[in-house]
């Protein structure tokens, strides 16, 4: 049996925000197989993975110390401002996040040499975040015992920051007028609403760590969910779509304040179904502000993750009330790479399918790129948030999804496969 290798090189371009958005991993595969499309594919945060011609794995070991590979590399450029958690995870150095801390555990905290950096109101979520700066001495790791023994009914947990896409340099904002129809949410890097796949789209931008910014894991993501051009479409072409660009080309861009803004906003402008194809440790605030979505009857949709079968669960994905979504190929199988677990609600094409990236298009593969498809379909059928809306929106979503794997519900491929028919390609004259 002829075998051929996928071959990943990180991609790291020039300046700090390149760098620490560097989870974003390329493959180029050429022409080796005869039937697929002579363009880039795009991998998630997790690294190569060698399989064969008919999808048999022939190696999953090293997935998830892949991705820490990559932590480390952005570590190893921002020293100043990013560490590693006891537990590998990226997160920013001497920062600790809270959530609603009472008056007298901040007083308490500042007694004991804490200082707060920072205040975020979260009207729309009904929550408050507090970021608090380590005393001169004391690690971060030390300085969270420190907090919750102080206050020990507190929520308090590392600024953690979540991997998932690579930003380019050029700056980008505002928003792109074209036909209405529904809202859904994207919180990633920036979009390229210049790109022929949104043309005529609406397309609102705001930046949560800065000026947003287009990316390519952005600009993919978005066209997988709204994009459309000759040839090519997404799973809810024609809606309205809110982009939180959550890196702006920041050293600590994907910081677990930024991202809570992001879902405030999102809360704000009233978006239904919101997508989250990025990956990171469970986070006591995140957590909070992701369970006050949820019961206001918002949909939120993120990507399993690509560590492999036997990684621990990646977030927000595995928070309760999410739908966690992972990636089958061209056969129906699922992808090796690909998460397993009760956080797996649906399965969607996240490989031999192609996406609009700033300058063209690319062939892509991930869980990341099997979400907005999800997110796209509920999007059709939610529009407002509502909770009885959003749960009825999910069953139905579940009713007609194809059966994979084990009968019923599984931890590999969750209900099962949903947008079967959407598998976009390049358009011919994008391929060269």
């Known amino acids: 049996m002829k075998a051929f290798v996928l071959i990943s090189a990180l991609l790291l371009a020039a300046g700090p925000a390149s760098a620490q958005l560097g989870g974003h991993l390329e493959n180029r595969l050429g022409n080796l197989t005869g039937n697929l499309p002579s ?56 920062e600790i996040v809270a959530t609603a801390p009472s008056d007298a555990a901040l007083a308490a905290a500042k007694a004991a040499g804490f200082t707060v950096t920072r205040t975020d109101t979260l009207e729309n979520l009904g929550l408050s975040v507090v970021v608090l700066a380590a005393p001169k001495g004391v690690s971060t790791n030390d300085a969270l015992r420190r907090l919750k023994k102080l206050d020990p009914d507190g929520v308090y947990d590392f600024n953690d920051i979540y991997l998932g896409s690579q930003s380019a340099s050029a700056p980008g904002g505002g928003s792109v007028n074209g036909a209405g129809g529904g809202r859904v949410g994207l919180i990633d890097s920036g979009v390229d609403t210049g790109h022929p796949a949104f043309q005529g789209a609406r397309i609102t931008q705001k930046g949560f760590a800065g000026a947003p910014q287009p990316g390519e894991h952005g600009t993919e993501t978005a066209s997988l969910l709204i994009g459309r051009a000759d040839g090519f479409a997404g799973a809810a072409p024609g809606a309205d779509l809110y982009v939180a660009d959550v890196y702006c080309n920041a050293p600590t861009g994907g910081s677990t304040p930024a991202i809570l803004q992001a879902l405030d906003w999102m809360a704000k402008e009233r978006v239904a179904v919101v997508n989250i194809s990025l990956v990171g440790p469970s986070n006591a605030p995140m957590k909070a502000a992701v ?18 079968p036997a990684a621990k669960p990646l977030y927000p994905a595995a928070f309760d009330g999410v739908i966690g979504v992972t990636a089958i190929d061209r056969r129906n199988h699922v992808l090796p790479e690909a998460g397993r677990g009760p956080q797996v609600k649906f399965s969607a094409p996240g490989a031999d399918i192609s996406a609009a990236r700033p300058g063209g298009y690319a ?55 949903v947008g079967a028919d959407i598998r976009p390609q390049a358009p011919p004259k994008s391929k060269k």
């Open 363 to 417: 062939a892509v593969r991930g869980t990341s790129f099997a979400a907005p498809i999800v997110a796209g379909l509920l999007s059709r059928q939610l529009r407002d948030p509502d909770p009885a809306r959003a749960r009825a929106a999910v069953e139905a979503l579940a009713a007609s999804a194809q059966d994979l794997g084990v009968k019923g519900l599984d931890t590999t491929y969750g209900n099962g496969l």
């Open 291 to 308: 369970a006050a979505m949820v019961a206001r009857g918002h949909l939120i949709v993120a990507a399993v993750g690509n560590d492999g």
């Open 39 to 94: 363009l880039p594919v795009v991998r998630d945060v997790t690294g190569a993975v060698d399989r064969t011609l008919d999808g048999t794995l022939d190696r999953v070991s090293g997935l998830a110390s892949q991705r820490l590979d990559t932590v480390r590399d952005l570590v190893a450029q921002h020293r100043d401002v990013l560490e590693q958690s006891p537990q590998g995870d990226l997160i920013v150095r001497h």
